[in-house]
T-cell receptor, first 113, second 116 residues
Framework: GENVEQHPSTLSVQEGDSAVIKCTYS??????FPWYKQELGKGPQLIID?????GEKKDQRIAVTLNKTAKHFSLHITETQPEDSAVYFC????????????FGSGTRLSIRP | DTAVSQTPKYLVTQMGNDKSIKCEQN?????MYWYKQDSKKFLKIMFS???????INETVPNRFSPKSPDKAHLNLHINSLELGDSAVYFC???????????????FGPGTRLTVL
């Protein structure tokens, strides 16, 4: 089955700086990679995703890059703001039926004022 | 207009008790999930139902029994609660069953279960 590794587990950046979170996956057949954001006391929420037929996708201050050869993908947040403080999870398909996703272990991002 | 709702939000109980958590979604989705999030924030899938049919049953003790009376509801019943069951339990839904192929999951607010 798929295995997703995520790092770092915690990340602290100055407001206005950029943050990068990296994930690796094990199944070369995986072709869909979402990122979820979990704010304190809430459930995770999808913020961006990428399919394997593209190498990069942007949505305002967030972007995701994918390197299929190396089997890793990354979340980039630019011009960080206090509301970016949260736990971020990467994910990948859990099996060939695509009926589940496997989450990474999460990254707690803190934005310093 | 809450999309995915869970009750209760907090549940404190003694070891050995039986408890239930309820989940409802008003998104018209076909597929619903239960996840367990431990104290280290690991998010692990437990069960998934598609149109009331069980499609995912991970290695979860059989003290945990999901029940889906209709596709808008997925409840979780836990028998003989143990200390290790303490966690936050999240319900989620997706439009179809292919969440690994782009069907976004919508999560509820979570139920924090504490077993004393």
């Amino acid at each position: 089955g798929e295995n997703v590794e995520q790092h770092p587990s915690t990340l602290s950046v100055q407001e206005g700086d950029s943050a990068v979170i990296k994930c690796t996956y094990s199944d070369s057949a995986s072709n869909y990679f979402p990122w979820y954001k979990q704010e304190l006391g809430k459930g995770p929420q999808l913020i961006i995703d990428i399919r394997s037929n593209v190498g990069e996708k942007k949505d305002q201050r967030i972007a995701v890059t994918l390197n299929k050869t190396a089997k890793h993908f990354s979340l980039h947040i630019t011009e960080t703001q206090p509301e970016d403080s949260a736990v971020y999870f990467c994910a990948a398909p859990g099996d060939s039926s695509a009926s589940k996703i496997i989450f990474g272990s999460g990254t707690r991002l803190s934005i310093r004022p | 207009d809450t999309a995915v709702s869970q009750t209760p939000k907090y549940l404190v109980t003694q070891m050995g008790n039986d408890k239930s958590i309820k989940c409802e979604q008003n998104l018209g989705h076909d597929t619903m999930y239960w996840y367990k999030q431990d104290s280290k924030k690991f998010l692990k899938i437990m069960f998934s139902y598609n149109n009331k049919e069980l499609i995912i049953n991970e290695t979860v003790p059989n003290r945990f029994s999901p029940k889906s009376p209709d596709k808008a509801h997925l409840n979780l019943h836990i028998n003989s609660l143990e200390l290790g069951d303490s966690a936050v339990y999240f319900c989620a839904s997706s439009r179809r069953r292919r969440t690994g192929d782009g069907d976004t999951q919508y999560f509820g607010p979570g139920t924090r279960l504490t077993v004393l």
